[in-house]
Every structure is written in C-alpha cells, then in structure tokens.
T-cell receptor, first 113, second 116 residues
C-alpha cells in the first residue's frame, strides 16, 4: 500500500530563513508520481510540482527547490529566503495508478516578519 | 486557474438528512474526484470518476455515493448525514492532455459541511 509521511507538523521560521519540508513515501510500484501542493490560509489547494519516478533530477523554480531521492524514498521541498506569503500548509502526495492521490498529513509553515 | 466551482460553499445540516454537493468544471477534463480534508488526516479520496457514468470508490467511501451524468458535473451525496461527515470537501479534476501519462489534479475552492 502506498503511504506518505510528513513528520513535521509545524515549522516556524523568521523571514529570509531557508526552510526544508520533508516528505517520505512508501510504494511497491516502480512507476509512480510525486506532488507538492500548497494550501494558504484562504483554503484553496495550489499545485506546485509533479515529479515521476524515472526523473530524479532536482528542480528549482525561483525560491523553491525540490530534492527527489529514490534511494531514501524522499521528496523534500526547500524554500530559500522565506517570505511571509509562504505561510501555508504544504502537502506532499503520491500516486501509483489511475491518478488517485494519497496525501501526507501536511506541514504547516509559519513565516514571521 | 482551472474552471472548477463547488456548491454550496458552506452548509450546515442535521444528522440524518440527505446532502448533495455539486462540482462543476468548464475544462472538459475526463477525471473528477471528491476528497475530504480533516485535521490530522490530510486529504482522503472518497470517490472518483473516469468518465460519464464511470465511477469508483476511494479510500473513505462508506456513507457516500456519487453520480456523473455529464462531463462537467460530479455530484457527491450523503444519503443520511452523520456528525463524522463534518469536514471540508474538495473536488478535483485532471486529464491526460499533451501525450502525458499523468497530469496533476486541480482543486476546487472547497465546501465546508457541518453536520449537527
């Protein structure tokens, strides 16, 4: 069975600090997809990134970067120079088949000025 | 942003009453999903649809039914609401466009349901 663990329930940082959100997954499949979503205080879910199991290249998008390591079954998310607007709950998710997502329990990030 | 609306956005109802939530999309996406979000659980899949009249159960389907008679609409029904179904319900859509074998899901704004 597939499972996603986000062990960090809540992280508090001060603006401009770098922060890494951890995501560890379990799956028996060799083909799978990993995702990160952001849920700001307004409540909507915003797609951030998708990565498939055959692509272990790290990705950078502005202040966001993602580190995918199959050897440790991890897909960690780093925000560089955090800003108050980054305050949100971040979800990591996994899909093995038929586009059904399994979500982690989320990490709440609080960025204070 | 993907064109997804949910109605109602908020609802308070009493135990034992039927409730129907509607998800409407304007993207002509094939796949539609219903999730519920609860503290400590993240989002959990209730039901999903892979086409008109084609639906299947998700992880937490007990007490829920769905219907999809048109591509654009996916209805979630609680036949007899219980307090344990108090939650925030999200609809999502996705499709296999551009030759991709998988595409990300886009979510609606959510419906907050309270069952007293």
């Amino acid at each position: 069975a597939q499972k996603v663990t986000q062990a960090q329930t809540e992280i508090s940082v001060v603006e401009k600090e770098d922060v890494t959100l951890d995501c560890v997954y379990e799956t028996r499949d060799t083909t799978y997809y990993l995702f990160w979503y952001k849920q700001p205080p307004s409540g909507e879910l915003v797609f951030l990134i998708r990565r498939n199991s055959f692509d272990e290249q790290n990705e950078i998008s502005g202040r966001y970067s993602w580190n995918f390591q199959k050897s440790t079954s991890s897909f960690n998310f780093t925000i560089t120079a955090s800003q108050v607007v980054d305050s949100a709950v971040y979800f990591c998710a996994l899909s093995e088949a038929f586009q059904k997502l399994v979500f982690g329990t989320g990490t709440r990030l609080l960025v204070s000025p | 942003d993907a064109g997804i609306t949910q109605s109602p956005r908020h609802k308070v109802t009493e135990t034992g009453t039927p409730v129907t939530l509607r998800c409407h999309q304007t993207e002509n996406h094939r796949y539609m999903y219903w999730y519920r979000q609860d503290p400590g659980h993240g989002l959990r899949l209730i039901h999903y649809s892979y086409g008109v009249k084609d639906t299947d159960k998700g992880e937490v389907s007990d007490g829920y039914s769905v219907s999809r008679s048109k591509t654009e609409d996916f209805l979630l029904t609680l036949e007899s609401a219980t307090s344990s179904q108090t939650s925030v319900y999200f609809c999502a859509i996705s499709d296999l466009a551009g030759g991709s074998s998988y595409n990300e899901q886009f979510f609606g704004p959510g419906t907050r349901l309270t069952v007293l």
